[in-house]
């Protein structure tokens, strides 16, 4: 029998049902948290145990095994996505902050060699073979830092993706920022990519910097199968640039997504990375 307790108004009693009541409860407690860093900035310790905080509602409702349990990990991801999107933006000092409590609890970041972007990401516990990841941009503005959410709306079920390094390069005389990310979208496949922005007007856009067979790209990827990697004597191959910038190398792999062990190689003439190489060249976007 469910358990209930009777509330008095007007002369007449009315059943409230427990467990929604511990939930709602549950809600407000998470919202009040979140409404006390709006509107004013906050520290970067602050922020950290603020981050550390929601993380670990969302490693708890991971564990859990209960029916409610993925409608609250759902929940406990929108409160960390709004938490960042009201306090980062008031603390432009979280662009070359630390947050070492909540790296311990999931959440990932990686920043520009020169200091002026970083992207943070972790993951939201909400897949199984397929991890989605909500990810976000900041980056040096004319009044602070810029913060930025890097989903796309406009494509359903975007699992997002992870950081690995971010590289500046200087192109037509102004900065451009390499993104090395990669995504898992299961057992058999994952994918790497590179992608270039800039920030232009205070915004982070993307540009066009990869020119292949007379069309020019801001994003390269490649697709392949994890389990090829075994077959491969050392490292798993990565997209990388040459010490000296002037060469992007991508991994080459085969129609069933094996690496070949070869190279696509794009050579910089200080305006573009162009197809250097007559291999069969990776998707471009």
């Not at 009315?14 to 919202?31: C, D, E, G, S, W």
């Not at 008031?90 to 970041?109: E, I, R, S």
């Not at 992207?119 to 830092?145: C, P």
């Not at 992608?195 to 392949?224: C, G, M, N, P, W």
Request: proline share 4%; net charge neutral; glycine share 8%.
């Amino acid at each position: 029998m469910a358990l209930s307790c009777y509330c008095l108004k007007e002369s007449y009693f009315y059943p409230i049902n427990m467990q929604v009541l511990r939930k709602t409860v549950f809600l407000l407690v998470i919202a009040v948290a979140t409404m006390g860093g709006a509107g004013r900035a906050q520290t970067v310790t602050q922020i950290d145990k603020g981050l550390v905080h929601y993380l670990g509602k969302i490693n708890y409702w991971k564990s859990r095994q209960s029916a409610h349990a993925f409608d609250s990990l759902a929940y406990a991801n929108d409160h960390l996505i709004d938490y960042m999107k009201k306090v980062f933006p008031l603390a432009p000092a979280t662009l070359k902050g630390n947050f070492k409590l909540a790296k311990a609890k999931g959440m990932h970041y990686v920043t520009s060699d020169d200091g002026n972007l970083r992207f943070y990401y972790w993951d939201m516990q909400m897949g199984t073979s397929i991890h989605f990841f909500a990810d976000f941009a900041q980056y040096t503005v004319s009044d602070g830092a810029g913060f930025v959410d890097m989903i796309d709306p406009n494509v359903q079920g975007d699992p997002g993706g992870f950081y690995t390094s971010i590289i500046t390069v200087q192109a037509s005389g102004r900065p451009v920022y390499l993104v090395m990310s990669g995504s898992a979208g299961s057992e058999r496949e994952e994918s790497e990519q590179v992608t270039a922005f800039s920030v232009i007007d205070d915004k982070l856009v993307k540009v066009l910097l990869f020119h292949k067979r007379l069309k020019k790209f801001s994003h390269l990827e490649y697709d392949y199968d994890p389990r090829s990697i075994e077959k491969l004597k050392g490292k798993k191959p990565t997209i990388h640039l040459s010490p000296d910038k002037q060469f992007l190398y991508m991994p080459d792999v085969d129609d069933g997504g094996d690496y070949t062990g070869d190279f696509i190689v794009y050579k910089f003439n200080g305006e573009f990375y162009v197809f250097d190489k007559a291999d069969e060249p990776a998707t471009g976007k």
